[in-house]
T-cell receptor, first 111, second 117 residues
Protein backbone atom coordinates (compact mmCIF):
# COMPACT_ATOMS: atom_id res chain seq x y z
CA UNK A 1 0.00 0.00 0.00
CA UNK A 2 1.55 3.27 -1.13
CA UNK A 3 1.57 5.79 1.69
CA UNK A 4 1.92 9.54 1.96
CA UNK A 5 2.50 10.98 5.40
CA UNK A 6 2.11 14.51 6.72
CA UNK A 7 2.01 16.02 10.18
CA UNK A 8 -1.65 16.68 10.88
CA UNK A 9 -0.94 19.84 12.81
CA UNK A 10 -2.27 22.26 13.55
CA UNK A 11 0.79 24.23 12.61
CA UNK A 12 0.52 27.75 13.95
CA UNK A 13 2.74 30.56 12.68
CA UNK A 14 2.52 34.32 13.19
CA UNK A 15 1.62 36.55 10.29
CA UNK A 16 4.65 37.36 8.16
CA UNK A 17 6.58 34.24 9.20
CA UNK A 18 7.63 31.31 7.03
CA UNK A 19 5.42 28.23 7.24
CA UNK A 20 7.11 24.92 6.47
CA UNK A 21 4.98 21.92 5.54
CA UNK A 22 6.48 18.48 5.11
CA UNK A 23 5.50 15.29 3.33
CA UNK A 24 7.12 11.87 3.02
CA UNK A 25 6.12 9.06 0.68
CA UNK A 26 6.75 5.35 0.46
CA UNK A 27 6.79 4.66 -3.30
CA UNK A 28 10.37 5.23 -4.44
CA UNK A 29 9.26 5.15 -8.08
CA UNK A 30 7.02 8.22 -7.73
CA UNK A 31 7.82 10.98 -10.20
CA UNK A 32 5.14 13.65 -9.76
CA UNK A 33 4.26 15.65 -6.67
CA UNK A 34 1.56 18.19 -6.02
CA UNK A 35 0.52 20.52 -3.23
CA UNK A 36 -3.14 21.38 -2.82
CA UNK A 37 -4.77 23.87 -0.47
CA UNK A 38 -8.18 23.11 0.99
CA UNK A 39 -10.20 25.70 2.87
CA UNK A 40 -12.75 24.41 5.35
CA UNK A 41 -15.83 23.20 3.52
CA UNK A 42 -14.25 23.68 0.10
CA UNK A 43 -12.63 21.35 -2.40
CA UNK A 44 -8.85 21.11 -2.90
CA UNK A 45 -7.22 23.63 -5.21
CA UNK A 46 -3.83 23.20 -6.84
CA UNK A 47 -0.98 25.31 -5.52
CA UNK A 48 2.09 23.80 -7.15
CA UNK A 49 3.48 20.81 -8.93
CA UNK A 50 7.09 19.62 -8.81
CA UNK A 51 8.73 16.87 -10.81
CA UNK A 52 12.50 17.35 -10.40
CA UNK A 53 14.78 17.37 -7.40
CA UNK A 54 15.45 20.79 -5.99
CA UNK A 55 13.40 23.90 -5.43
CA UNK A 56 10.57 25.40 -7.44
CA UNK A 57 9.32 28.87 -6.60
CA UNK A 58 5.97 30.47 -7.42
CA UNK A 59 5.32 33.77 -5.71
CA UNK A 60 5.34 33.25 -1.95
CA UNK A 61 5.37 29.47 -2.36
CA UNK A 62 8.43 27.25 -2.74
CA UNK A 63 8.21 23.51 -3.24
CA UNK A 64 11.25 21.38 -2.46
CA UNK A 65 11.78 17.81 -3.62
CA UNK A 66 14.35 15.24 -2.55
CA UNK A 67 13.63 11.92 -4.24
CA UNK A 68 16.54 10.15 -2.55
CA UNK A 69 15.05 10.94 0.85
CA UNK A 70 11.46 10.53 -0.45
CA UNK A 71 10.62 13.92 0.92
CA UNK A 72 8.75 16.91 -0.45
CA UNK A 73 8.04 20.17 1.32
CA UNK A 74 6.19 23.42 0.83
CA UNK A 75 7.42 26.73 2.19
CA UNK A 76 5.08 29.69 2.44
CA UNK A 77 6.89 32.99 2.89
CA UNK A 78 5.29 36.06 4.43
CA UNK A 79 2.38 33.96 5.69
CA UNK A 80 -1.01 35.67 5.72
CA UNK A 81 -4.15 34.83 7.69
CA UNK A 82 -5.74 33.95 4.33
CA UNK A 83 -3.21 31.10 4.06
CA UNK A 84 -4.95 29.38 6.97
CA UNK A 85 -6.17 26.11 5.47
CA UNK A 86 -5.34 22.43 5.21
CA UNK A 87 -2.48 21.63 2.85
CA UNK A 88 -2.60 18.30 1.06
CA UNK A 89 0.42 16.57 -0.43
CA UNK A 90 -0.33 14.32 -3.42
CA UNK A 91 2.13 11.83 -4.87
CA UNK A 92 1.70 10.17 -8.26
CA UNK A 93 3.10 6.77 -9.11
CA UNK A 94 5.58 6.11 -11.88
CA UNK A 95 2.79 5.44 -14.36
CA UNK A 96 1.68 9.04 -13.98
CA UNK A 97 -1.86 8.10 -13.04
CA UNK A 98 -2.40 6.97 -9.45
CA UNK A 99 -2.72 10.00 -7.16
CA UNK A 100 -2.31 9.25 -3.46
CA UNK A 101 -3.07 12.02 -0.98
CA UNK A 102 -1.65 12.53 2.47
CA UNK A 103 -3.94 13.31 5.42
CA UNK A 104 -3.16 17.02 5.18
CA UNK A 105 -1.56 19.52 7.53
CA UNK A 106 -3.78 22.19 9.04
CA UNK A 107 -2.05 25.57 9.00
CA UNK A 108 -3.18 28.48 11.14
CA UNK A 109 -1.63 31.90 10.53
CA UNK A 110 -2.17 34.14 13.51
CA UNK A 111 -2.66 37.90 12.95
CA UNK B 1 -12.85 27.29 -18.97
CA UNK B 2 -15.74 25.72 -17.07
CA UNK B 3 -14.69 23.68 -14.07
CA UNK B 4 -15.71 20.24 -12.91
CA UNK B 5 -19.44 20.22 -12.20
CA UNK B 6 -20.95 18.06 -9.49
CA UNK B 7 -24.45 17.62 -8.14
CA UNK B 8 -26.07 17.61 -5.72
CA UNK B 9 -24.05 19.75 -3.30
CA UNK B 10 -25.65 18.21 -0.24
CA UNK B 11 -27.59 15.04 0.43
CA UNK B 12 -29.07 13.62 3.59
CA UNK B 13 -30.38 10.05 3.56
CA UNK B 14 -31.18 7.34 6.04
CA UNK B 15 -29.06 4.23 6.28
CA UNK B 16 -29.97 1.49 3.83
CA UNK B 17 -31.28 4.03 1.33
CA UNK B 18 -29.63 4.60 -2.02
CA UNK B 19 -28.04 7.75 -3.42
CA UNK B 20 -26.43 8.84 -6.67
CA UNK B 21 -23.93 11.57 -7.47
CA UNK B 22 -23.24 13.11 -10.84
CA UNK B 23 -20.07 14.61 -12.28
CA UNK B 24 -19.28 16.43 -15.51
CA UNK B 25 -15.53 16.87 -16.03
CA UNK B 26 -13.68 19.70 -17.71
CA UNK B 27 -14.06 19.45 -21.46
CA UNK B 28 -11.27 17.41 -22.98
CA UNK B 29 -10.21 15.77 -19.74
CA UNK B 30 -10.01 12.06 -20.45
CA UNK B 31 -9.29 10.96 -16.89
CA UNK B 32 -11.96 11.16 -14.21
CA UNK B 33 -11.63 10.30 -10.54
CA UNK B 34 -14.04 9.82 -7.66
CA UNK B 35 -12.61 10.43 -4.20
CA UNK B 36 -14.13 10.00 -0.77
CA UNK B 37 -13.01 12.47 1.87
CA UNK B 38 -13.97 11.79 5.45
CA UNK B 39 -13.78 14.77 7.80
CA UNK B 40 -10.19 15.38 8.92
CA UNK B 41 -8.67 13.00 6.37
CA UNK B 42 -7.17 13.31 2.94
CA UNK B 43 -9.10 12.27 -0.17
CA UNK B 44 -9.19 8.53 -0.76
CA UNK B 45 -9.50 7.24 -4.32
CA UNK B 46 -12.62 5.21 -5.03
CA UNK B 47 -12.39 4.78 -8.78
CA UNK B 48 -10.47 6.17 -11.74
CA UNK B 49 -11.64 6.19 -15.34
CA UNK B 50 -9.65 6.74 -18.50
CA UNK B 51 -12.23 7.71 -21.10
CA UNK B 52 -14.99 5.20 -20.30
CA UNK B 53 -12.71 2.41 -19.08
CA UNK B 54 -11.88 1.71 -15.44
CA UNK B 55 -8.19 2.16 -14.58
CA UNK B 56 -8.36 1.53 -10.83
CA UNK B 57 -11.27 0.52 -8.63
CA UNK B 58 -9.30 -1.44 -6.06
CA UNK B 59 -10.60 0.64 -3.14
CA UNK B 60 -14.23 0.79 -4.25
CA UNK B 61 -16.51 -1.20 -1.91
CA UNK B 62 -18.12 -3.05 -4.75
CA UNK B 63 -20.81 -4.66 -2.61
CA UNK B 64 -22.46 -1.27 -2.22
CA UNK B 65 -20.74 1.24 -4.49
CA UNK B 66 -20.92 1.37 -8.27
CA UNK B 67 -19.79 3.90 -10.83
CA UNK B 68 -20.05 4.34 -14.54
CA UNK B 69 -18.83 6.76 -17.13
CA UNK B 70 -20.89 6.50 -20.26
CA UNK B 71 -19.51 7.88 -23.51
CA UNK B 72 -16.32 8.89 -21.74
CA UNK B 73 -17.73 12.15 -20.39
CA UNK B 74 -20.23 12.35 -17.49
CA UNK B 75 -20.00 9.96 -14.60
CA UNK B 76 -22.30 8.77 -11.84
CA UNK B 77 -21.40 7.22 -8.51
CA UNK B 78 -24.05 5.24 -6.66
CA UNK B 79 -24.26 3.88 -3.14
CA UNK B 80 -26.82 1.20 -2.37
CA UNK B 81 -27.47 0.56 0.46
CA UNK B 82 -25.81 3.39 2.36
CA UNK B 83 -24.18 2.89 5.75
CA UNK B 84 -23.47 5.41 8.48
CA UNK B 85 -19.75 5.27 7.70
CA UNK B 86 -20.42 6.49 4.15
CA UNK B 87 -20.98 9.99 5.53
CA UNK B 88 -18.29 12.00 3.77
CA UNK B 89 -17.65 14.44 0.96
CA UNK B 90 -17.52 12.80 -2.46
CA UNK B 91 -15.17 14.63 -4.76
CA UNK B 92 -15.00 14.28 -8.50
CA UNK B 93 -11.80 15.33 -10.25
CA UNK B 94 -10.59 15.29 -13.82
CA UNK B 95 -7.27 15.71 -15.57
CA UNK B 96 -5.65 15.76 -18.94
CA UNK B 97 -3.53 12.77 -19.82
CA UNK B 98 -0.12 12.83 -18.17
CA UNK B 99 3.18 13.11 -19.98
CA UNK B 100 4.69 9.66 -19.99
CA UNK B 101 5.48 8.87 -16.39
CA UNK B 102 4.57 12.38 -15.21
CA UNK B 103 1.14 13.08 -13.83
CA UNK B 104 -1.10 15.94 -14.91
CA UNK B 105 -2.72 17.94 -12.06
CA UNK B 106 -6.19 17.05 -10.85
CA UNK B 107 -8.97 19.63 -10.97
CA UNK B 108 -11.67 19.10 -8.39
CA UNK B 109 -15.37 19.83 -8.41
CA UNK B 110 -17.11 21.37 -5.39
CA UNK B 111 -17.99 17.98 -4.01
CA UNK B 112 -21.15 16.42 -2.61
CA UNK B 113 -21.51 16.32 1.15
CA UNK B 114 -23.37 13.15 2.10
CA UNK B 115 -24.85 12.64 5.54
CA UNK B 116 -26.22 9.19 6.38
CA UNK B 117 -28.46 9.10 9.45
Amino acid sequence: QKEVEQNSGPLSVPEGAIASLNCTYSDRGSQSFFWYRQYSGKSPELIMSIYSNGDKEDGRFTAQLNKASQYVSLLIRDSQPSDSATYLCAVVDNYGQNFVFGPGTRLSVLP
Amino acid sequence: EAGVAQSPRYKIIEKRQSVAFWCNPISGHATLYWYQQILGQGPKLLIQFQNNGVVDDSQLPKDRFSAERLKGVDSTLKIQPAKLEDSAVYLCASSLPGWGILGSPLHFGNGTRLTVT
